[in-house]
């Protein structure tokens, strides 16, 4: 079990690299009169945001979603909690300017605890 | 066989993908996610979301409403939905790029990517009609549809994304927790454009009433979408104090019809032209197979019926609804296709798809028109704002004391008023007609009408208890909002030098030279459209009443 977790891991890490390689490629088609620095940056923002988070949380659901709905349904999931827990983090008193790295790795951390038992490190 | 057809489903995939966000962000952002102002800008709406993000990046968060967003008012509570304006924060900071390029990008984004998830919906149900509805999302970058986007309907078309959303998640209602999916994305909805959760409502009303109707019912999936909610309604509690207490107190709902919006063109069934026939047929296809109606044409349907509400008190709500239509009735449109085919091709596979995708994209690109067949039509502008004005809002917000006060005589874009919100500081706005009047008796004057330009869409609130919220424009006299002010109580005043109607910039000029006869006047920012005085002797006479 910890192997094949393991494997999928690594395969699916590769897809979401594969992934981002595409999705900058399309951005350089679309925004040609872009630098390629905003482009590369805007393309990693939007996979730190709403990639990455949602992926390690719904490994949960490995063997019941496909890869590809996991990133599409992932991409409102990581939405929604980032955005809902950056707006009660700030009413406490946390600057959104902290929210950046803090909200995106503390989900990575909460979807990697939940599948933890079942990855061989 | 079958790894050839996923190849060419993730080839065709990815080529509407690009065509997407090309006809989308890449024409109407001039190819480009950096600009030097916020570009594309059509309508005051989008500013007063751009400029709500840019607030609540300078505070760190939503609690309150900026004064210069509050019409002066301090510690006027944040009504509006917050998610947009986070998530567009949190994305201006890690992109690197303002907020006026994050917010405007993030809406482009997420539209693109509802197409795609109501893709994965319909997929579900067939691969082959999934990839024929495709196309028909092309027209949600194509006008009338297109100013959701250009004239700042953002908060309602992010909803929307996880109204679609929240559609995969009751789809997959069978796993295991589903109910997280659920709960989460009907929060983030409400979060995003509260209204849009009432329509997803209606969506699991006709979800349920179809499965009871079809006896497939299960105690678990009403368990899974009660416990969904109710967390989503635990998750969404402090927003939804504010929201009962502010908006529907301000805007309550009305049984009343309003067939056309007045607010901008709309978007009618018609529209769709000789498309109807085929989205005709997919209603009439699942009609047909009512028991075991798939979950796309579920929301379809709900999403066609709600387009409609308009009829029943939603008003602009529903209207709304309609710039998401070619996402939600796609599903007809393929499976009208598919259907009306099937009565010749008995054998259905990929060989004859994809011909017709690329047929469908070429006809609603528009790159072959045929009349009665809507299509994407080309849009670009920079929009309202240009270079100039923006360095003179900037100007202001960069080099004035926090809490001067800001008069702006006539310019052509100022009746947009939520862009003047850019320059941070409270202001007032010189009223059109006054200022055509006096210029027609050919009077220079201290004394203007003049507006306070400011949101008060859900009119402005102060909250003194977890429940208690008290209105306060109705604590003010009408003269605070509207009303003769002296231009001499003003730190800065703000004119045009140049207009389509070049007399009136000549008249704002004719003041302008006035005013600097004073020696504590100055001249402190001129551009080649904006000059801004700064007058140091506030309250005193600082221009001579006269005839010109």
Redesign the interface.
């Known amino acids: 079990m910890k192997k094949e977790v393991s494997d999928l891991l690594k395969k699916e890490l590769q897809y979401i690299g594969l992934l981002f390689l595409?999705a900058l490629a399309?951005?350089k088609?679309?925004?040609?009169?872009?630098?390629f620095i905003?482009?590369l940056?805007?393309v990693?923002?939007?996979f730190?945001?709403f990639v990455l988070p949602s992926y390690f949380i719904l490994l949960?659901?490995r063997e019941?979603?496909e890869f590809?709905?996991r990133f599409?349904?992932g991409?409102?999931?990581s939405?929604?909690?980032?955005?809902?827990s950056?707006?009660?983090l700030?009413?406490i008193?946390l600057?959104?300017?902290y929210?950046?790295f803090l909200?995106p790795l503390a989900l990575i951390l909460i979807g990697m605890s939940i599948i933890k038992k079942d990855i061989k490190f | 066989m079958i790894k050839i057809k996923l190849e060419l489903e993730k080839v065709f995939l990815v080529i509407f993908l690009v065509i997407l966000f090309f006809i989308g962000p890449g024409v109407l952002l001039d190819y480009k996610i950096k600009h030097d102002f916020p570009y594309g800008y059509m309508a005051s709406d989008t500013f007063q979301h751009q400029v709500r993000a840019e607030a609540i990046k300078d505070a760190g968060n939503f609690r309150y409403e900026a004064p210069y967003i509050s019409k002066g008012l301090e510690n006027a509570v944040g009504i509006y939905p917050p998610l947009i304006y986070h998530i567009a924060v949190i994305y201006s900071y890690l992109a690197g790029i303002e907020t006026y390029d994050s917010i405007y990008f993030l809406v482009f984004f997420f539209a693109v990517i509802s197409s795609l998830a109501m893709y994965f919906i319909i997929r579900d149900f067939n691969r082959n009609v999934a990839l024929m509805s495709l196309p028909l999302g092309i027209l949600i970058f194509s006008y009338p549809l297109l100013i959701g986007i250009t004239w700042g309907n953002w908060p309602s078309l992010l909803a929307q994304f996880f109204l679609i959303q929240f559609a995969f998640s009751l789809m997959k209602i069978d796993l295991k927790n589903s109910y997280f999916l659920i709960a989460i994305i009907f929060s983030a909805m409400i979060l995003s454009h509260t209204s849009e959760a009432i329509f997803a409502l209606i969506f699991v009303l006709l979800f349920l009433m179809i499965k009871l109707i079809s006896r497939s019912l299960g105690k678990r999936e009403l368990y899974v979408i009660l416990i969904g909610l109710f967390i989503s309604l635990i998750l969404s509690s402090y927003y939804i104090i504010i929201f009962m207490n502010t908006w529907l107190k301000a805007q309550p709902y009305h049984l009343y019809q309003v067939p056309i919006w007045l607010g901008g063109p709309s978007f009618y069934i018609l529209d769709f032209g000789w498309l109807l026939i085929l989205i005709t047929a997919g209603i009439l296809f699942s009609i047909q197979r009512f028991r075991n109606m798939h979950i796309s044409f579920i929301l379809a349907f709900a999403m066609l019926l709600g387009g409609f509400l308009n009829y029943a008190g939603f008003g602009l709500r529903a209207f709304q609804i309609r710039f998401f239509w070619p996402i939600y009735l796609s599903v007809f449109f393929g499976a009208g296709i598919y259907m009306l085919l099937k009565f010749i091709v008995k054998k259905w596979n990929m060989v004859y798809t994809i011909p017709l995708f690329i047929v469908f994209t070429v006809l609603l690109t528009g790159l072959i028109k045929i009349p009665s067949i809507p299509h994407y039509n080309r849009a670009t502008s920079e929009g309202l704002m240009d270079p100039y004005h923006w360095a003179a809002l900037t100007w202001i917000s960069k080099n004035t004391e926090d809490n001067s006060k800001i008069y702006f005589f006539y310019g052509d874009i100022y009746g947009q008023n939520a862009l003047l919100r850019n320059s941070k500081r409270s202001h007032h706005l010189v009223d059109q007609d006054d200022f055509v009047k006096s210029l027609q008796e050919r009077k220079i004057k201290k004394y203007y009408m003049s507006n306070l330009p400011g949101d008060d869409g859900g009119s402005i609130w102060m909250r003194s208890g977890i429940f208690a919220f008290k209105e306060i424009p109705p604590t003010k006299p009408s003269e605070y909002f509207f009303g003769s002010q002296d231009i001499c109580k003003f730190d800065y005043i703000v004119f045009d030098k140049v207009s389509r109607q070049q007399v009136l910039a000549q008249y704002n000029l004719l003041i302008a030279s006035e005013l600097l006869k004073k020696d504590y006047v100055t001249k402190v920012f001129e551009n080649e459209v904006v000059i801004i005085l700064k007058n140091k002797n506030i309250g005193g006479d600082c221009i001579e009443e006269r005839s010109f």
């Open positions: 595409l399309i951005f088609v679309v925004f040609f009169k872009e630098d905003v482009l940056r805007s990693l923002s939007l730190w945001l949960y659901w019941n979603l590809i709905e599409v349904i991409i409102a999931v939405a929604g909690i980032i955005g809902m950056s707006y009660y700030g009413l008193g600057n959104i300017k929210h950046i909200l």
